[in-house]
């Protein structure tokens, strides 16, 4: 069964009216289906919200910055200062005797033990200066060489080494965080594209449920039109006015128009279910709801100049802003290598102070060694020791350093020429938005022009068919050619409106645009 609005003209129904209609329709036609609820109005503004918050896309997206700022984390570890310490007791004894294979060593008796702690602090400077704090503690006691021993000995020191060429204003380590960073701005850059490539398939995609439920009435408006239409020629037919020849044509038609409406109706829930997707609707059952929209496609065109959007979209394109990072981490790359074709040339130094104290006494005496004795001799630096130096290597070919750098200018050169592609797809892009834009008004003027001609051609056969001047056959075919053109004017508006967010996108400009706010933790 077919829902008719009541009306003798080809004109819309209320939203109201068509949703009981669209409603009942579907009841109709899926009769084992549940109850459909009341259509849930929605504004452009809601969904684009929505899908910033809860598209699953975008969400994944999401989460590249945060292993993008992980790994520069990770990179930067490693400066992390390391703290080492060992602490361990040695229990050892010697018989004492000749050794057979180095009889000029001493060889005595000992039973000593040992209690040793040696720490150390060491790690790297962003200059590329490495370096090692140290110190030791050592007691020892016990029996020696027939004498009773006890000893302290402690000792604290530094050493540095400093390239001076190869790894000196980069190294491998300097080179990753850097790359890391710009992974970081790309990751970020990334979130943004796309958030605006999926608020423009959002944007787009109300627009097209726009189109679908306006289509939708004026299909539906064409169908009431052609059912009064059906009941005056009966009328006629039953007077003897008309012959079964205006009637079957009539009812032909009639039945072409049911067959639209089936189509149009069908084309609201798959626009309805699209935007479900794109806004990551958590509905378990997506049919029980339909969507109808809040805003209708009523625009004021406006022009737009070609020169301004090019110089937004080469300036804000998120795209082309990562692929314009992508040549600044290969000149970093660049840089490495060509520094990596020079000899290693490091400094190196350290400075250190000990102190000890040492008793052997005949048994049964056993007199201590003083700790605070030696470690006084350290802080007073009583036996200091220095040393300063320089380490020079270099390999005799560089046949791998050489292959790097030249590989890392090759993709410094790709990087490039992926930003020079990118620019010019970017121009085009835009040239073809504005085309649209254009296009579009233009063809929306047009197809409202057509649409009062053919409202008025219309209205002027029915009087002539009144008048028994016409037939059946052009009043059908003029009341199709008013809602085709009717449907022209509707499908120019959603194409004009789709251009304009293409054009935004294109430009780099719609989150701006719509007052949106992307928001990166």
């Not at 259509?39 to 899908?51: C, E, F, H």
């Not at 626009?271 to 990551?280: E, T």
């Not at 410094?412 to 992926?418: D, E, G, P, T, V």
């Not at 990118?422 to 296009?439: G, P, Y």
Request: charged share 20%; proline share 4%; with cysteine.
């Amino acid at each position: 069964m077919i829902f008719l609005l009541p009306g003798n003209g080809l004109k819309a129904p209320t939203a109201c009216g068509l949703w009981l209609v669209f409603a009942g329709f579907l009841l109709q036609t899926a009769c084992a289906q549940p109850v459909s609820r009341a259509p849930r109005s929605i504004t452009l503004q809601y969904v684009l919200n929505q899908a910033l918050l809860n598209n699953r896309t975008l969400q994944i997206e999401r989460i590249n910055p945060e292993i993008a700022r992980l790994t520069l984390a990770t990179a930067k570890g490693y400066y992390d200062p390391l703290f080492t310490t060992q602490a361990r007791h040695d229990n050892f004894s010697d018989p004492g005797g000749i050794d057979p294979v180095n009889p000029s060593s001493p060889n005595v008796g000992l039973a000593l033990r040992s209690d040793t702690v040696s720490p150390s602090l060491s790690g790297y400077l962003p200059s590329g200066l490495t370096y090692n704090f140290s110190g030791n503690y050592v007691h020892v006691n016990g029996f020696r060489n027939g004498l009773n021993v006890d000893s302290y000995r402690a000792g604290a020191g530094v050493s540095l080494q400093q390239p001076l060429l190869r790894n000196s204003w980069i190294d491998r380590p300097r080179w990753t965080i850097r790359v890391n960073k710009g992974e970081v701005k790309v990751s970020e850059l990334g979130v943004r594209f796309v958030a605006m490539d999926v608020l423009n398939r959002t944007g787009q995609a109300y627009y097209d449920l726009v189109f679908a439920w306006e289509s939708l009435e004026v299909q539906n408006a064409l169908l009431a039109t052609r059912e009064t239409f059906l009941q005056g020629i009966l009328k006629q037919v039953q007077l003897g006015r008309m012959t079964s020849r205006d009637e079957n044509l009539a009812r032909s038609q009639l039945g072409s128009v049911q067959i639209s409406v089936i189509a149009a109706s069908n084309l609201v829930a798959l626009a309805g279910n699209q935007i479900k997707g794109l806004i990551g609707s958590t509905t378990t059952n997506w049919t029980e709801e339909l969507l109808t929209p809040a805003d209708r496609s009523i625009l004021f065109p406006e022009k737009f100049d070609v020169a301004t959007s090019w110089s937004r979209g080469l300036t804000r394109r998120p795209d082309l802003l990562q692929l314009v990072q992508k040549v600044e981490n290969a000149e970093v790359s660049v840089n490495f290598r060509l520094n990596q074709l020079l000899p290693a040339f490091d400094l190196i130094g350290s400075y250190a102070r000990k102190g000890s104290s040492f008793l052997e006494v005949f048994p049964p005496d056993t007199l201590p060694a003083s700790s605070s004795t030696a470690f006084d001799e350290v802080r007073s630096g009583l036996f200091p020791s220095h040393m300063f130096g320089a380490i020079f290597s270099v390999p005799l070919s560089f046949s791998a350093e050489r292959a790097n750098y030249r590989a890392s200018k090759q993709q410094r050169a790709q990087a490039q020429l992926l930003v020079k592609s990118a620019e010019e797809t970017i121009l085009r892009e835009i040239s073809d938005a504005i085309f649209n834009v254009d296009s579009s008004a233009a063809r929306i003027e047009a197809a409202s022009r057509a649409a009062q001609f053919a409202q008025e051609a219309l209205k002027g056969e029915l009087e002539k068919l009144q008048a028994g001047a016409s037939t059946v056959f052009f009043v059908l075919q003029l009341q199709s050619d008013l809602a085709s053109a009717q449907t022209s004017e509707l499908l120019a508006r959603r194409d004009y409106l789709r251009a304009v967010f293409q054009l935004q996108f294109s430009e780099g400009t719609l989150l701006d645009q719509r007052g949106l706010v992307l928001e990166l933790k």
